[in-house]
């Protein structure tokens, strides 16, 4: 770590720097500084006429006058010609200045108070405007340090961090308690640790995560290059050591796409998560989850609201107030979730859903993968996801209103069900729907109902008396949830006929019960209809109804 020291103004390298030897500073950079170079050959550049000399000399008296005989100052005490010693360094921030005796804290823009009488009035009603709160490096400047003191743009004092607690609290948004020690800044939601640097900005798009590391106690490598993917690292790093799905509560700025992956693109997406706390004070539920190559991998029970939406919800845990009852499900926020052919996406990404009063209903637990990101052209395509989709509908009897029950579908992947409804995958879809039969002398039967719209549309049944039912279980208790089900011949080759001719877009099956007074049809028809918005879809209805035996083909 290199440190100038106070008297001689000289750079001198400690491999270890005791903690409170030395001060640091922060401020907002000017267009020109002194760099590490030149500092170190001051004769080679004219250093004594260099305009930014005169804040390193103030540093360094102000830091002698405290006791204190090292300083340390980004702009110059980082070799920056070395990629190895800047990402040391970036890494290392928070803690420099966590270490540091004090920080001084020179507001260049913060004019010298006229009110000799009352410094505090001109400083409360002039700070606000400061550069210095808009940067976002000086975030954990601020945070970090113990004792920070301001200085005005002639080196005057204007007062400490303690002093200005409250003040700090209403332009930041950095609670009072991190303000007196990082060491709980663990215990803050990361949305609302996300808002403190939401209004802030970089130079550089990169250093808009790289100034949040030591706030998320994260490290990684520097790329300058890389642009907004800095901050989706950022994200993936906090995931890997956090438990908090705050960190999915963020909120497009705009209506520039219907559809997002479940990473925010910027700070500036949670401008809205300053309030955000833990669903009850102290009580901290840790959930795993994990970031992988196919998105949010994360075990959990989504949530329904049918008059709200058709899509599901994934419940945060966290909340705008901390003070819930226990015995209460109310108060949680959740995001928005569609299902598509590669995982969930973020649906209604502009906004959050806050459990209130609404009816919910609980899914049972399952493993689901949330996209990462979903960029404009995937979002249109998301929109798209239920043309030539197969909409599923059962018709029975009002007389007999339980003939038929769905027992399951396949491949369930490709299944929404709030929509009742199979997506498309590429060329078509070939799908299986799996349905109980209850027969008139109330025994149960199962049956198979597969349909195809690969080519030409068609449609099979099958129940356990039939020839082929072994093979069309065992093909889908053994099959791979994708990959089987969009190749066309195992539907309309292997399990119906190799004859062309004898394909249709409808089958009927009878059942018979064991008394053989009455039987069941079965009839599925499979047909091209359009729907709501004008996109084109397949409807699979499968009727059933009840009758004698001697009946051909009675109509419901």
Known sequence: MWLIETSTLKLEFFTEVKKGSYAILSHTWEKEEISFEQFRNPTLHNLHRHPALHKISKTCHLASEKGVSYVWVDTCCIDKSSSAELSEAINSMFRYYQDAAFCIAFISDLPE????SNLNADFESQFPHCRWLTRGWTLQELIAPTHVFFYDSNWSFRGSKSDWKSLLL????????????????????VARRMSWVSKRQTTRPEDMAYCLLGIFDVNMPMIYGE????????QEEIAKDSCDLSLFAWQ?????????????????????????????????IPTEFTLTNRGLRIETALVKAPA????????????????????????????????????????????????????RLRCPPALIYVRKTVNYIESLDVDRRFERAIKVELMQSPAY??????????????WVEPRASFMHQGQGINAYVRCGVRLPDSSLRAIIVACSTMDTPVCAIWQPSDPLWLSVEQFLNNSNERADFIAADYLRFHFLSNDVDTFSSSAVK????????????????LEECTAEGGQLMFMLRIKAWIHSPADSMDTM
């Open 113 to 116: 108070s006229s009110n000799l």
């Open 170 to 189: 209403r332009e930041t948004g950095v609670d009072e308690a991190i303000l007196d020690s990082p060491e709980g800044l663990r215990l803050v939601p």
């Open 227 to 234: 642009g907004q993917k800095a901050f989706m690292r950022l």
């Open 252 to 284: 497009q700025l705009d209506l520039s796409q219907n559809y997002r992956g479940i990473l925010a693109r910027s700070p500036a997406e949670f401008s809205n998560c300053r309030e955000i706390k833990h669903r009850i004070k102290n009580a901290i």
């Open 308 to 359: 709200e939406s058709k899509d599901l919800i994934l419940n945060l845990g966290f909340s705008y107030r901390d003070d819930w009852h226990t015995r209460t499900s109310r108060g949680w926020i959740g995001v928005y979730l569609a299902k598509t052919q590669n995982g969930f996406v973020r649906a209604r990404p502009d906004t959050l859903f806050q459990a209130l009063h609404q009816d």
């Open 401 to 414: 209103p339980e003939i038929l029950t769905l027992e399951a579908v396949a491949p369930e992947g490709l």
């Open 510 to 525: 009878r059942l018979e019960s064991q008394n053989m007074e009455n039987v069941v049809s079965i009839l599925a028809e």
